[in-house]
T-cell receptor, first 113, second 113 residues
Framework: GNSVTQMEGPVTLSEEAFLTINCTYTATGYPSLFWYVQYPGEGLQLLLKATKADDKGSNKGFEATYRKETTSFHLEKGSVQVSDSAVYFCALSKTGGYNKLIFGAGTRLAVHP | DGGITQSPKYLFRKEGQNVTLSCEQNLNHDAMYWYRQDPGQGLRLIYYSQIVNDFQKGDIAEGYSVSREKKESFPLTVTSAQKNPTAFYLC????????????FGSGTRLTVV
């Protein structure tokens, strides 16, 4: 079945470090892929998305490229800030039928000054 | 501005009592969802509804009930049959097209005292 696997956290970085959070997926067909961010005590916010192979989603300095050959959608940022500390969720949409998102387990990022 | 509103932000319940969490959206979305999130954990789907007057069980529906009498509203009742109700509850909505993902509310933190 469809599934999403994220790297386990927490990921701890110093400010201005390079960030990579790995995400791989298993799916039939051609799903859309998403990254959501959750700040402490809040709901999830859509960070970026890609809807077809080789698309690059970007927002707020974060980027992720839809790689069908490796079934991956890794999240990257060149220089993290303390304010980026949050939990990041990778997700895919199930194609066909109703719009059902399948989430990864989430990766906590902690950025220190 | 369109959005999805959950209330209250914090809720306390005595053991043995039912409690209802509110979720309202003015995005004209057809589908609505309820998720449960435990500390440090990912999201688990409780119930979802694709259209008014219809809903389906998710992965952890036992001890919960929902209704969908209006397109804008999808209240969740946590019943006394739910053994471990203390958690963070997230409501979301979406349109049918999977490329748009979900819009989430800010969540309700339920604590059993």
């Amino acid at each position: 079945g469809n599934s999403v696997t994220q790297m386990e956290g927490p990921v701890t970085l110093s400010e201005e470090a390079f960030l990579t959070i790995n995400c791989t997926y298993t799916a039939t067909g051609y799903p859309s892929l998403f990254w959501y961010v959750q700040y402490p005590g809040e709901g999830l916010q859509l960070l970026l998305k890609a809807t077809k192979a080789d698309d690059k989603g970007s927002n707020k300095g974060f980027e992720a490229t839809y790689r069908k050959e490796t079934t991956s959608f890794h999240l990257e940022k060149g220089s993290v800030q303390v304010s980026d500390s949050a939990v990041y969720f990778c997700a895919l949409s199930k194609t066909g039928g109703y719009n059902k998102l399948i989430f990864g387990a989430g990766t906590r990022l902690a950025v220190h000054p | 501005d369109g959005g999805i509103t959950q209330s209250p932000k914090y809720l306390f319940r005595k053991e043995g009592q039912n409690v209802t969490l509110s979720c309202e959206q003015n995005l004209n979305h057809d589908a609505m969802y309820w998720y449960r999130q435990d500390p440090g954990q990912g999201l688990r789907l409780i119930y979802y509804s694709q259209i008014v007057n219809d809903f389906q069980k998710g992965d952890i529906a036992e001890g919960y009930s929902v209704s969908r009498e209006k397109k804008e509203s999808f209240p969740l009742t946590v019943t006394s049959a739910q053994k471990n109700p203390t958690a963070f509850y997230l409501c979301a909505s979406s349109i049918e097209k999977e490329i748009y993902g979900y819009t989430f509310g800010s969540g309700t933190r339920l604590t059993v005292v």
